[in-house]
Nanobody
């Protein structure tokens, strides 16, 4: 199983970005999909995750600004990020629980700066 993430980049404060992460390979069932981030000098943190039944969980700092969603037919998870702030700058990585095993995608850099 491989996870491929897309969508990072440079954006001004207040702007928006949409990240996507698609899983490929031998997949029967994806239980949980999530996005994590790690800023320089900080520990990695869970940004948001979503269950198979679309129950969501967000870190407090992104509530009301970020929205996680998934397309089960495409084995893909999305993270819509609005009202971005400089403190959202980090490497964002996706993780999925696939058939009982966790897999990570490669990170994608998000930089929020004027």
């Amino acid at each position: 199983v491989q996870l491929q993430a897309f969508g990072g980049g440079l954006v001004q404060p207040g702007g928006s970005l949409r990240l996507s992460c698609a899983a490929s390979g031998s997949i029967f069932f994806i239980y949980v999909m999530g996005w994590y981030r790690q800023a320089p000098g900080k520990q990695r943190e869970l940004v948001a995750d979503i269950s198979r039944g679309s129950s969501t969980n967000y870190v407090d700092s992104v509530k009301g600004r970020f929205t996680i969603s998934r397309d089960n037919a495409k084995n893909t998870v999305y993270l819509q990020m609005n009202s971005l702030r400089p403190e959202d700058t980090a490497v964002y990585s996706c993780r999925m629980l696939v058939d009982g095993t966790y897999y990570w995608g490669q990170g994608t850099q998000v930089t929020v700066s004027s």
